[in-house]
């Protein structure tokens, strides 16, 4: 990879019905996504109805973009993101029902119904978490990865962040450290146009956000986000280069949510017809118009995928609403771990 490299994927060039990969990736990907889009539509439904508190945030509109970086890794790797993180442990092969139980706040949720929407849990597939302060992710996916690196692994760190919390000094740092280190870490971007509802040209006069890793000469690279082959190909490259202990690679993920920033924005900063012109765009009709076109799954095969999606949204709604809320002592617990016998206790 060359120290500064703007590229498009090859994909994104090309016809999204141009068959590129096995008919079991693309059906996949499809049922994925489908799954990501539905569940987090009935959950904007149940979060309007009160059935869960706390901040939401949706990625509706951005599936390819975990769906990619996840089919692009290898099982060990490690993610970390923001907290718009409900797709990321579906994505991992977790079954939705702990995601939304954990939005539920209840026991059986991914963090025990601790976290809530903003921070969701895995460690056994590799999710390092959701995390709510903007752009604490970005120096911890260092040190996860600084982590791999000590311990002898093969293991890639993915640190996703927003366009808005690339503005966050802790980037600096980090980016010089990962260099310096050869740290193995792709750092994503999941560029949506917009921190909380300020585009990005009001917030930078540098409109290329790949051009950051200029200055630590890390490799660097533009990427369609709207185009799940784009983004499946770009990981992929990334983790040969990262690997191969040659350092950090920074991808430029250009997205868009079609929803606003949380669930309380009214999205009045943009247009009605720059949204639609997005879901022209969609990363799922494009993956269905490829399957579609090379006959990939009949008629009746695909409503079986979107039949079995439903199925599996509605047991998952069953289950949060059917499983124990925590007992009180749960406040208590998992806040230290360990005993630490040098902590006197406190006396008035």
Sequence with gaps: MAT????????????PAKLKYSKKQYLKWYEDMLLMRKIEERIGHL?????????????????????????????????ITAYRDHAHPIALGVHPKYMMAELYGKTTGLSKGKGGSMHMFHKESGLMGGHG????????????????????????????????AARQGALHETFNMAMTWKLPVVFIIENNNYAMGTSVERTTNVMDMSTIGDSYQMPSFVVDGMTIEAVHEAIEDACVHVRAGKGPVLLDIRTYRYK???????????????????????????VLSTIKTNKLATDKEIEKIIQKVKDV????????????????????????????????????
């Excluded at 590229?7 to 994104?12: I, M, N, R």
């Excluded at 990865?145 to 962040?161: D, I, L, M, Q, R």
Aim: aromatic content about 12%; some cysteine.
């Design 4 to 15: 500064k490299t703007i590229a498009k994927s090859k994909a994104a060039a090309k016809s």
């Design 133 to 164: 302060i903007v752009g604490a992710q970005i120096p911890m996916g260092a040190g996860i990865a600084f982590a791999e690196k000590y311990k002898g692994t093969k293991n890639v760190t993915f640190c996703s962040f927003g366009d808005g």
């Design 313 to 348: 949204i509605d047991e998952s709604v069953k289950f949060a609403e059917d499983s124990p809320e925590p007992e009180a002592n749960e406040l208590y617990e998992d806040v230290y771990i360990g005993d630490y016998p040098y902590i006197m206790e406190y006396k008035d």
């Design 260 to 286: 606003g920033h949380s669930m309380s924005d009214p999205q009045k900063y943009r247009t009605k017809q720059e949204v639609e012109d997005f879901k022209n765009q969609d990363p799922i009709d494009k």
């Design 47 to 79: 979060y309007i109805q009160q059935k869960f508190g706390g901040f939401c945030h949706l990625y509706i509109g951005q599936e390819a973009l975990v769906t990619g970086t996840v089919s692009g890794s290898e099982k060990g790797d490690k993610h």
